[in-house]
């Protein structure tokens, strides 16, 4: 029995950043891929990304970056762009200090990555070996079912801290610490008192 439909034609990194929604795919090898956010998720990528921010700016000691951040960081598979859900790229990395207008061509420092609820194991293993291979310095991958973070570094190291504990910026951010039950813990709604 033949197949009828025909596979989606390959792009390329450059037509990957003129396409008009291409900031809910990643690009794997010229196919996009739909990126799966869930809205608990990204609100947790959200805080993470405002507390890093923060901490960053004053003084300047590096980039922070939300998800729609792009970077293809592997010259021998040039349709690759992954996007994480935050990432950090220490200061001096970049020519002049100056950020891309595409791509950035360089692995960043930190990557986090929020599962999902319709991300794939084999999904998340994927991104995990390729930021490894990148040489990415640390990654913190956040589990927002379980309330925990698996931190992994580049010398193959990995650990699993749970609500109790408590996210560093190790040597990549240093300095910068965030206990994980804040991270989890939205913030409770205050209402008026009744008149």
């Known amino acids: 029995m033949m197949n009828l439909l025909a596979s989606p034609p390959l792009i390329t990194a450059d037509e990957f950043l003129r396409l008009p929604d291409e900031a809910d795919y990643e690009l794997v090898d010229g196919k996009l891929v739909e ?3 869930g809205v608990k998720s990204s609100y947790i990528g959200g805080r993470l990304l405002r ?17 729609d951040a792009s970077y293809q960081f592997f010259p021998d598979r040039p349709n690759l762009v992954r996007k994480p859900d935050v990432s950090f790229i220490r200061a001096g990395r970049l020519p002049n200090e100056v950020l891309p207008e595409g791509h950035a061509r360089l692995a960043p420092d930190l990557v ?9 194991f084999y999904e998340v293993a994927q991104k995990m ?5 990148a040489q990415v310095r640390l990654v913190w991958l956040v589990i927002p079912p379980t309330r925990t973070v698996q931190i992994r570094r580049l010398d193959g190291s990995l650990v699993e801290i749970g609500e109790e504990g408590e996210l560093t910026g190790e040597d990549v951010v ?7 039950r804040e991270l989890f813990q939205p913030p409770t709604a205050t209402t008026p008192p009744a008149e």
Request: proline share 10%; charged share 15%; net charge negative.
């Open 129 to 133: 070996a390729e930021y490894r291979i």
């Open 51 to 67: 507390l890093l921010g923060a901490y960053c700016e004053n003084p300047f000691i590096g980039w922070v970056l939300p998800a």
């Open 174 to 180: 240093p300095g910068f610490r965030c206990s994980l």
């Open 112 to 120: 986090v990555e929020v599962v999902s609820p319709n991300d794939t």
């Open 35 to 37: 990126r799966h956010m």
